[in-house]
């Protein structure tokens, strides 16, 4: 051991006037210097971080006994409850630990260097001298490629078992022919004198996979006389009673609303609208959108009523269902 | 015995070095920066919730009729998807509050992201270094997105089928290819056929998430290799020299007390608040919808969007260019991001700023960068707001034509004016304590005269 020499009796001084905090412990030969500087105990916050540890103790317990036991009721809500209040109990036992166990020290460090300028040099040495033997590397670079470009193709091909990429048909199917019976949704077939003013009535093709876009109808009746169906729908109509796509052009969901004054004419005419965007089609004159996003009017499918007054088609629709793609106005639908 | 662990490990694996970094590595202490540990936390609660889930779910769109202890859907034609999970939230064990802490988490991850990305934002945090920090986080929030969309989708009930049908109308909308990827996707046109929904749950339950988890290391690991930034809230913070608390002790118990906290909030959500009560929505069919639908809250600014576009489809000919959600439902999601992943080298370009930042700003150190976020958040959130124009209409009784006009209006507007008020508070804040300092060096000098 090292005797103490009069400078170190100054510091000592010093240190005593200037800091009255206790001394670092001398260290023995052998021990180590502390990595963590050593804090006061507080017995009451270890106390209470262990009252909070028992208490999610008892809470996750008490999450098995709900769980296991079949007559307590409201079991989700006691389940949440238990299990989430054991994770909160040891989450503050936690911070406890961490504001008032454990020794909070602010450290400085160095930020990483910015770069590496002699490891980039050395890199891209590695990679200049690599291909020393080459003679046509530009060709070799581009073999490279080619087989790469080629491989990555290959691997992707099967992609395209996926579905009919290229094939466009489906996009235009409907299930509607002419004569196709209108039917409701456990396949009874409506008849024109059902259709009630003021209320509207979803139809499927007879026959038909109702989810198919092309089969669902909307169908309202109107009065004969506020009906303004253009040139090209004329004589779509039974009697008053209109025919629609119930997918909506804009995004495909179904038309579920259906607005009806109930004081005309102060209030705006009747209107079919789809619920998603509130795009809003006019049921009188062949679906134009009157408001909101769509694109495109609603297709309105042709009927007529037969000798016994059931709804039939005259034909398909006047243009393809479903949202708006690049060749939805291309073809009629099929 | 952890002295025979620290040297089993160091002997096998040459590990201590790097150990005994990361037990040291610095964590500077401010709260914004828990921002993204919650969001991590959250993704950690969701795989966990995630895979308990999948041990029940049947990914099939085939019918079956309902005969289960559920009343009021008894003899309703449904798919074996929705049933599953109907199943689950009403006969399995615990199954209802694993499946509300799944989607809760969902929303909370999301949220977490979003706030991280703010406080990224407005304190400049992306800035050389960190750029490519930066776009991995932006790419992960793109893709939680996506995987919090198919994650309600494959429930199958009403409200996930109108979610799924607007996707699709969406995906047909983008010009000259869109029909076609969806033909891909749904195997012909909507509702598609029996595979697609073994395809939606591969991606939610595999490609996303090991996708994300990915890109979550990669991002961690990049923020660990050039370390934090850091406030420079004491004189000794420096460009070149970081002040914080080591991760161990000082860190540990704090994060892992974050961790069980979110996780905790997340099971009493799970169990106390009713989340997305899919038995009262019913099944979806393709010919149904309901009034007053609204999809989970970070997909409000699409909705909005595809609500805001006048109804027109850009059309050559007999050719449908564009049809309409495309802009709404593709255009304005991929311009928000685009901003986002080029902002850092326009920034860069404006302000010939190309050095290295460890310190953050605060957003008043930069106005314009503050002004210009401001104005941009203001613009998605305006956007948002208008997507719960139905619910305003219902609960407020207001026109939904007018408020459509309203907001068709405000959300050019009104981004300028917060913009414009955002700037000015910076500098006013700047002003504000170019003042404060000036009069303590007037006291100093006033008291060195004394």
Redesign the interface.
């Given at each position: 051991m090292k005797r103490a020499r009069p400078k170190d009796w100054l510091i000592a001084g010093a240190v005593l006037l200037l800091r009255r905090d206790r001394r670092p412990p001398r260290l023995k030969p052998g021990e180590r210097e502390p990595v963590?500087p050593a804090g006061e105990p507080r017995p009451r916050a270890e106390l209470l971080a262990l009252f909070l540890l028992g208490a999610g103790t008892l809470c996750a317990v008490a999450f098995i006994a709900v769980?296991a036991i079949d007559r307590i009721p409201r079991?989700?809500?006691?389940?949440?409850?238990s299990?989430?209040?054991?994770?909160?109990f040891?989450?503050?036992?936690?911070?406890v630990?961490?504001k008032r166990l454990?020794?909070?020290?602010?450290?400085?460090?160095?930020?990483?260097l910015?770069e590496h300028p002699d490891e980039q040099e050395t890199v891209l040495a590695a990679v200049e001298d690599s291909a020393s033997r080459l003679t046509r590397r530009r060709l070799f670079k581009l073999g490279l490629a080619g087989a790469g470009g080629a491989l990555f193709a290959a691997f992707v091909t099967p992609?395209?078992s996926?579905?009919?990429?290229?094939?466009?048909r489906?996009?235009y199917?409907t299930p509607w022919r002419r004569g196709k019976r209108l039917v409701d949704e456990h396949g009874r077939p409506y008849r024109a004198d059902q259709i009630e003013e003021k209320t509207f009535y979803?139809a499927?093709a007879e026959g038909s996979d109702?989810?198919?876009?092309g089969?669902?109808l909307v169908v309202v009746r109107l009065p004969k006389d506020d009906l303004r169906l253009p040139p090209e729908n004329s004589g779509f109509d039974a009697d008053g009673i209109v025919a629609y796509s119930?997918?909506c052009t804009?995004?495909?969901?179904?038309?579920?609303?259906y607005r009806v004054p109930l004081f005309p004419p102060a209030e705006p005419k009747p209107a079919l609208v789809?619920?998603?965007?509130?795009?809003t089609f006019d049921p009188s004159d062949g679906g134009s959108?009157t408001?909101?996003?769509?694109?495109?009017k609603l297709p309105m499918l042709p009927i007529y009523a037969d000798s016994r007054g059931q709804l039939r088609a005259r034909g398909n629709f006047d243009e393809p269902v479903?949202?708006?793609?690049?060749?939805?106005?291309?073809k009629r639908p099929t | 015995m952890i002295r025979r662990l620290v040297r089993f490990v160091d002997q096998r694996s040459g590990g201590a070095p790097l150990l005994r970094k990361t037990l040291r590595y610095l964590f500077p202490d401010h709260w914004s920066f828990l921002l993204g540990e919650v969001a991590l936390y959250a993704f950690v609660v969701l795989v966990a919730t995630g895979t308990y889930l999948a041990l029940f779910y049947d990914a099939s769109p085939s019918k079956v009729v309902y005969h289960g202890p559920y009343a009021p859907l008894q003899g309703q034609e449904m798919t074996h998807a929705y049933r599953s999970v109907l199943d689950l939230s009403t006969t399995v064990k615990a199954g209802l509050l694993i499946r509300q802490t799944h989607h809760w988490a969902a929303d909370v991850f999301l949220a977490a992201i979003v706030l991280h990305m703010l406080r990224i934002f407005f304190t400049g945090a992306y800035r050389k270094p960190r750029e490519l920090t930066y776009w991995i986080g932006l790419s992960i929030l793109g893709l939680a997105l996506l995987e919090g969309y198919l994650g309600y989708s494959l429930v199958d009930d009403l409200l996930s089928g109108m979610g799924l049908a607007i996707g699709y109308g969406v995906l047909v909308s983008v010009p000259f290819v869109g029909a076609n990827l969806a033909a891909l996707i749904w195997d012909g046109p909507f509702p598609g056929k029996h595979d697609f929904f073994s395809r939606m749950y591969i991606a939610h339950v595999f490609l996303l998430p090991a996708l994300i988890a990915v890109l979550l290391s990669v991002h961690l690991a990049l923020v660990a290799l050039k370390h934090h930034t850091q406030f420079r809230s004491q004189p000794r913070q420096t460009e070149r020299k970081i002040v914080g608390v080591p991760t161990f002790p000082g860190q540990t118990p704090r994060s892992l007390g974050l961790f069980l906290s979110v996780a905790g909030v997340l099971f009493l959500l799970g169990g106390l608040a009713q989340i997305n009560p899919i038995w009262l929505w019913g099944p979806y069919h393709t010919y149904v919808s309901t009034n007053g639908a609204q999809p989970d809250w970070y997909l409000g600014w699409l909705i909005g969007a595809l609500r805001l576009v006048p109804g027109w489809d850009f059309t050559i000919g007999h050719y449908t260019v564009v049809p309409n959600p495309f802009w709404g439902g593709a255009a304005f999601p991929l311009v928000c991001f685009g901003f986002a992943f080029s902002w850092p080298l326009l920034e860069r370009r404006f302000t010939g700023d190309y050095g290295y930042h460890n310190v953050l700003d605060r957003p008043r150190d930069a106005p314009g960068r503050t002004a210009i976020g401001v104005a941009v958040f203001t613009w998605i959130s305006l956007v948002f707001l208008a997507g719960a124009s139905d619910r305003a209409q219902v609960l407020l009784d207001l026109s939904y034509i007018g408020q459509i006009w309203f907001y068709r209006v405000i959300v050019w507007v009104g981004p300028i004016v917060a913009g414009l008020i955002a700037y000015r508070v910076c500098i006013e804040l700047q002003r504000g304590e170019q003042v404060e300092r000036e009069r303590k060096r007037a006291e100093a000098a006033a008291r060195g005269a004394a």
């Open positions: 963590v769980y079991q989700t809500q006691f389940l949440g409850l299990l989430g209040l054991s994770l909160l040891v989450a503050a036992a936690l911070i630990t961490a454990v020794v909070t020290e602010e450290i400085e460090d160095e930020y990483p910015d992609v395209a996926l579905g009919p990429v290229l094939d466009m489906r996009f199917d979803t499927f109702k989810e198919q876009l089969s669902s119930k997918i804009h995004a495909g969901c179904a038309i579920a609303l789809c619920p998603c965007h509130y795009s959108v408001f909101g996003p769509a694109g495109r479903g949202p708006s793609w690049w060749g939805v106005r291309m | -």
